[in-house]
């Protein structure tokens, strides 16, 4: 099995500790998130595993503009000819993949978090340092995506990035909370619900602060970004997320 549904029509495509998700509606297909370069042909697989094809794809969403966020943004918008949409705040990163902010040097995270070293190794075996640029996209703001399967609502959540933004699924009680609240953190290896360390998050004050529009979602069931969805409600894992604070 390629994807695991997670949702109602929702498959979680998942490597090297990085998770996009396809959200189905009707035989078309939203793409959120568009993982490392190695996941490229793992997204074809897991089309045909839904009986689904590269024309059932409708569109991206990035829910921020990281590389491992990105990593074939570019093959999906020319091979499947479909439109990317991120919030305009991210368009430089996404255009320049390793120029983005962060609080802390990232260099002595892997010694003082050796548990991250076999993540980051992974990430970097899956294409994480040749991710090539997006342009051309769309700007994404805040309410609904008109047209897009799932109906999902565009939730601002800054901080990670300035622009990052969540998927609400009303619907099917789901948020695509990308790396606003992940359950784990590659840079230290914690898991758990949590923001993501300064190493990759450009205002951890910022990035609490949006947990309330997480929270006030009411989804059931969390997606995040990196680590396994949380299906214990949005509430308890936005508490326990700001019980962790920033790292």
Not at 135 to 164: F, I, Q, Y
Not at 218 to 244: F, I, K, M, N, Y
């Amino acid at each position: 099995m390629i994807t695991s549904e997670v949702a109602d029509r929702v498959y979680r495509l998942a490597h090297a500790y990085v998770s996009c998700y396809l959200v189905e509606d009707d035989g078309r297909v939203l793409l959120v998130d568009a993982g490392l370069p190695a996941m490229w042909p793992m997204l074809a697989d897991a089309l045909r595993e839904h009986a689904l094809g590269p024309d059932d794809v409708t569109g991206l969403v990035l829910t921020h503009a990281h590389f491992d966020h990105t990593g074939f943004a570019a093959r999906a918008q020319d091979r499947l000819r479909v439109p990317v949409w991120a919030h305009e705040e991210d368009f430089f990163i996404a255009e320049h993949p390793y120029r983005y902010a962060h609080e802390n040097p990232r260099a002595l995270y892997p010694i003082r978090h050796p548990r991250a070293v076999r993540i980051l190794a992974s990430m970097t075996r899956a294409g994480a340092l040749r991710v090539p640029g997006v342009r051309g996209m769309h700007a994404l703001r805040a309410g609904d995506l008109p047209d897009a399967p799932g109906s999902p609502v565009v939730v601002p959540t800054p901080g990670h990035t300035a622009g990052h933004c969540a998927l609400h699924l009303l619907g099917r009680d789901a948020v695509l909370s990308g790396d606003a609240l992940v359950t784990l953190d590659p840079y230290t290896g914690d898991t758990g619900p949590q923001i993501v360390a300064g190493a990759a998050t450009a205002d951890s004050t910022q990035a609490l602060a949006s947990l309330d529009a997480l929270a006030a979602t009411g989804a059931t069931t969390v997606l995040p970004g990196h680590g396994e969805p949380w299906t214990a409600g949005v509430a308890s894992a936005v508490q326990a997320a700001r019980a962790t604070g920033a790292h």
